[in-house]
């Protein structure tokens, strides 16, 4: 079972900020939040992983709640490309390598 | 470039027939993982393997095996016991595996397999 929970669909305007919610009450203190996601047919893209601090790249930011219970994968301006399941994992050993059904994010035109 | 490959994109075999999926990396990653994806489903861990000449089942290890006679390489082969083999196969690395931390997994695009 996975160990996060996602909501299964979400709209977003594109240049608009997409905020992915994601539940992981389950982890542990040492344990990282990876977020990735998949384009149809394709391999999953590893985008952002955090620990405690809030992180950003150049594709996304991510903001961890102080008690590590759910973070919030946000896309600054999301576009159309932007569209795909976007998954978020986290726990130890081989529970952090369960993937659950993700959240579907389509970006309207 | 480093990365995973997998292939073939697509393969096609009667039932009862064994067939092996080829995942090669060059990216010097001490794990590697095979993931199967039904349709609107997320990914099912079926194997996994921390280091040479060693390899732990996932989830759904039932009908499959694996080999990791290499560091490169993470064959999975597709008996003829797997009950519904229909599915669309990943493969990913990582740097390492340690328990609680792991570093980021890197897929392959996956082989698309059809059992008739």
């Known amino acids: 079972d996975a160990k996060t929970t996602q909501p299964p669909s979400m709209d977003c305007a594109e240049g608009r900020a997409a905020n992915l919610p994601c539940n992981h009450s389950t982890i542990s203190g040492n344990e990282y939040v990876y977020w990735y996601r998949q384009i149809h047919s394709q391999g999953p893209q590893y985008i952002i992983h955090?620990?405690?601090n809030n992180e950003t790249n150049e594709m996304a930011s991510l903001i961890i709640t102080e008690d590590r219970k759910s973070s919030t994968l946000i896309l600054p301006h999301a576009t159309l490309r932007d569209t795909a399941v976007y998954y978020c994992?986290?726990?130890?050993?081989?529970?952090?390598?369960?993937f659950g059904k993700g959240t579907h994010l389509i970006i309207q035109p | 470039d480093g990365g995973i490959t997998q292939s073939p994109k697509y393969l096609f075999r009667k039932e009862g027939q064994n067939v092996t999926l080829s995942c090669e990396q060059n990216l010097n990653h001490d794990a590697m993982y095979w993931y199967r994806q039904d349709p609107g489903q997320g990914l099912r861990l079926i194997y996994y393997?921390?280091?040479?000449?060693?390899?732990q089942k996932g989830d759904i290890a039932e009908g499959y095996s694996v080999s990791r006679e290499k560091k490169e390489s993470f064959p999975l082969t597709v008996t003829s016991a797997q009950k519904n083999p229909t599915a669309f196969y990943l493969c990913a690395s990582s740097i390492r595996f340690s328990r609680g931390v792991k570093s980021p997994l890197h897929f392959g695009n996956g082989t698309r397999l059809t059992v008739t």
């Open positions: 955090g620990l405690k």
């Open positions: 994992i986290g726990g130890g050993g081989a529970d952090g390598l369960t």
């Open positions: 393997s921390q280091i040479v000449n060693d390899f």
